[in-house]
């Protein structure tokens, strides 16, 4: 954590807002901060990259993952739209919108599914309401609840507190839904879809 403190110390004076800030303000510090920034989303994508060759994935399929993940991680840090609750409402909406439809899929097809098919698709579903209501507790730390997002707000009203405490809820909340998900993925593929409900 003194390490991490320490890089953070360091480049909230370099003020980087784009590749050329980082270009110019290259150091030992901000190589060593992007290569720890970097190092789980990048791991993420190798496994994929990795799982789509060892699946049998197309060359057009994988190249067309290599291609997206390179420009996401080109582009995730880099600043792209200022405090904006319309932004974050209307994204919101957006994944609360989309998770209806989930449910409305799986509503639809549940009935016609039989065995292993119909406990997996129950147990993603458990997974996808843990992640759906860990979204919205992301919303109430980042927004009207806790102001992470203005934290000269949080702290003059004391509410640090607080967003422990719903932080600590949505870390519960995420863990829950992949835990969920890997029992549907596991379930799916480890029983014949006939020998049961």
Same mark, same amino acid.
């Given at each position: 954590?003194?390490?991490?403190?320490?890089?953070?110390?360091?480049?909230?004076?370099? !003020?980087?807002?784009?590749?050329?800030?980082?270009?110019?303000?290259?150091?030992?510090?901000?190589?060593?901060?992007?290569?720890?920034?970097?190092?789980?989303?990048?791991?993420?994508?190798?496994?994929?990259?990795?799982?789509?060759?060892?699946?049998?994935?197309?060359?057009?399929?994988?190249?067309?993952?290599?291609?997206?993940?390179?420009?996401?991680?080109?582009?995730?840090?880099?600043?792209?739209?200022?405090?904006?609750?319309?932004?974050?409402?209307?994204?919101?909406?957006?994944?609360?919108?989309?998770?209806?439809?989930?449910?409305? !899929?799986?509503?639809?097809?549940?009935?016609?599914?039989?065995?292993?098919?119909?406990?997996?698709?129950?147990?993603?579903?458990?997974?996808?309401?843990?992640?759906?209501?860990?979204?919205?507790?992301?919303?109430?730390?980042?927004?009207?609840?806790?102001?992470?997002?203005?934290?000269?707000?949080?702290?003059?009203?004391?509410?640090?507190?607080?967003?422990?405490?719903?932080?600590?809820?949505?870390?519960?909340?995420?863990?829950?839904?992949?835990?969920?998900?890997?029992?549907?993925?596991?379930?799916?593929?480890?029983? !014949?879809?006939?020998?049961?409900?």
């Amino acid at each position: 954590m003194l390490f991490i403190h320490d890089l953070n110390a360091a480049l909230a004076q370099t !003020h980087i807002r784009s590749i050329g800030d980082i270009l110019a303000n290259l150091s030992g510090y901000l190589i060593v901060y992007l290569l720890w920034v970097y190092s789980f989303k990048l791991g993420m994508l190798l496994a994929i990259i990795g799982g789509a060759l060892r699946a049998g994935m197309g060359k057009g399929g994988i190249w067309l993952i290599v291609a997206g993940g390179v420009i996401y991680l080109i582009t995730c840090y880099l600043p792209f739209i200022e405090y904006s609750p319309a932004f974050f409402g209307i994204l919101g909406t957006l994944i609360l919108v989309l998770f209806l439809f989930i449910v409305w !899929h799986w509503m639809i097809r549940r009935p016609g599914l039989e065995g292993s098919a119909r406990i997996a698709g129950d147990l993603r579903m458990a997974g996808y309401y843990f992640l759906v209501v860990a979204t919205w507790g992301l919303c109430g730390i980042f927004g009207i609840v806790t102001y992470a997002l203005k934290p000269e707000m949080m702290m003059e009203r004391g509410l640090q507190s607080t967003a422990v405490t719903l932080t600590s809820h949505v870390m519960v909340e995420l863990s829950l839904g992949w835990i969920f998900i890997f029992l549907g993925v596991r379930k799916e593929s480890g029983l !014949h879809p006939s020998s049961g409900a």
